[in-house]
């Protein structure tokens, strides 16, 4: 399994960051590797929206496509990504962003993922670990 965890003090405020990551269908115009986002359902869960939504990733001629369950926490400014279906036999990530000052915040994040086939680690393992960092 492989695991990256960060954290990085950004000019902007928490609840400005939280808005920004919590777009998942622009993910497709700034997040490496992604090439297309389509929210599948979205409903209210316990005072959070929960989203399932499909991400296609791509690399060369390498497409996949997987199934994530996304819950948006806009009290706590977190977003915790829970993985439902596609090439990993694990995916799971989470952001939190806490306050420091008005127009600043510390942005956390972490991912732990594995891939399902040993192939799939060896055409996508390293790009898809640049990607994250």
Known sequence: MHIFETT??????????????????????????????TVKRREQRNGNEVLIANMVVGYKLLREAFTTEVVLDPTARTILVHYLDGPFSHLENRWRFHPAGSSRCE????????FRSRLLERLMGKVFAKAVR
Request: glycine share 2%.
């Open 107 to 114: 942005a956390e994040f972490n991912i732990a993922y594995s």
């Open 8 to 37: 990085h003090a950004i000019g902007h405020s928490a609840d400005d960051m939280f808005a920004l990551i919590a777009k998942v269908e622009d993910y497709p115009k700034f997040l490496p590797l992604c090439e297309a986002l």
